[in-house]
């Protein structure tokens, strides 16, 4: 029905082989690579078909790794289809970063965790003395403070200095910020379908396939730009990952692998929405989708995007003609003026909207 190709004003897009009518199904993703549940919501929230009930709990738990249902049966399918088909590691891993972050955070907030001058330790909290000052403003800066954080890890570092052995930095690293928390679970459920594709006769459905999501375009430099302090966010979701993720799956949890799902997440990453959506709807989480994120935006858009439970689905808005691109909205910016709207884009996702209805306003507006 369509098919992936270079655009002209370059990355890739989507295509219309034939002619497609109106209200027409043209691609289905039955579940995310990797999803989370941002942490405020994740009670309220069904970790199986992301149904909110306007802030009621949900009423059935997963014991390990603290994940909350809406009802048995979104359980017991989560189990099969997200846990058994990676081994469980899922919930492993889950558990254990769960356990890790909320442990150090105790620690930390009983004053603890927190160094004294007289203490041996004169290292402060571990990437603050080498994140550069201000914003990283090229790759080769981000490379830098990467290869550093290599280089402290490597067995060769002094205890003192190594975030993996100092027991004061460990704790320091361990107490995530919420929003690093609900990465970590992002990028470990990742690198869990990563090393099960990796097995010999893998048979991972496609939607959770690495390889598929690495084909992603990457934005690190783009994302860092704009909010510098991620990336002392990546280096600890690194490092804690570093030290929690079990044994089989280690061998992936390189520097390189976890930039490369940070990287991806940026501008890929559809938001899960308390539906029906509206513009009062929550915020719940992110969900990454790769083959939908071939979808480019236009401001008038032909195709619709709609989450059905934790599957998302692109119907056409409208008849569509063969070759013709098949586009989505990214947003709800669809109603702004001109200006903001494509603010907006280039903020969030960061392009220069080149669509048909974004050419003719500028054309009126005489830009
Ligand atoms: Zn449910
Ligand atoms: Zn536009």
């Known amino acids: 029905m369509f098919r992936v190709a270079p655009t002209s004003y370059g990355g890739r897009g989507c295509f219309a082989v ?72 899922i919930s492993a891993v889950l558990e254990k970063i769960d356990v890790a972050v909320a442990r150090a955070r105790k620690t930390m907030q ?7 001058p007289s203490e041996e330790y004169d290292v ?32 060769s570092a002094p205890v003192a200095h190594n975030p993996l052995k100092n027991p004061m930095l460990k704790v320091r690293l361990l107490a995530l910020e919420e929003i690093e928390w609900d990465l970590a679970r992002l990028v470990a459920v990742a690198l869990v379908r990563k090393y ?19 084909q992603l375009e990457p934005h690190e430099v783009d994302l860092l730009a704009r909010v510098p302090a991620l990336l002392e966010s990546h280096v600890r979701v690194f490092l804690l990952l570093l030290l929690v993720m079990p044994s089989e799956i280690l061998p992936h949890v390189t520097v390189e692998n976890v930039r490369a799902v940070v990287a991806r997440e940026a501008a890929n990453a559809f938001g899960i929405w308390q539906l029906p959506l509206t513009s ?18 236009s401001c008038d858009p ?9 599957s998302m689905k692109f ?7 063969p070759g013709e691109e098949l586009c989505i909205s990214y947003g709800m910016m669809l109603d702004q003026p001109l200006e ?11 392009f220069d909207c080149g669509c048909d209805r974004c050419s003719q306003e500028l054309a009126e507006a005489g830009l």
């Open 315 to 321: 119907t056409t808005a409208r008849d569509v003609n």
């Open 18 to 89: 034939n002619a497609i009518p109106k209200n027409t199904t043209i691609h289905h993703v039955p579940s995310p690579f990797t999803a989370a549940i941002n942490r405020d919501f994740r009670k309220e929230v069904c970790a199986y078909c992301f149904a909110y009930d306007l802030g009621r709990a949900m009423k059935v738990r997963l014991d390990v790794a603290s994940l909350w249902f809406c009802s048995e049966e979104c359980k017991d399918t989560w189990i099969v289809e997200e846990d058994h088909a990676c081994d469980s590691l």
């Open 280 to 297: 009062e709807s929550e915020f719940l989480g992110s969900a990454i989708f790769p083959s939908a994120s071939y979808f480019n935006h």
């Open 340 to 350: 903001s709207r494509r603010e907006t884009l280039k903020e969030q996702w960061y």
């Open 110 to 116: 009983s004053g603890r965790g927190i160094a004294t």
């Open 196 to 214: 099960i594709e990796s097995k010999p006769n893998s048979s991972l459905p496609s939607h959770f396939s690495w390889t598929s999501f690495y």
């Open 124 to 155: 402060d909290y571990v990437p603050e003395d080498i994140i550069l000052d201000g914003s990283p403003e090229s790759a080769e800066e981000i490379e830098e403070v990467w290869d550093s954080i290599a280089q402290r890890i490597a067995n």
């Open 302 to 310: 032909n195709v619709i995007k709609s989450r059905d439970g934790r």
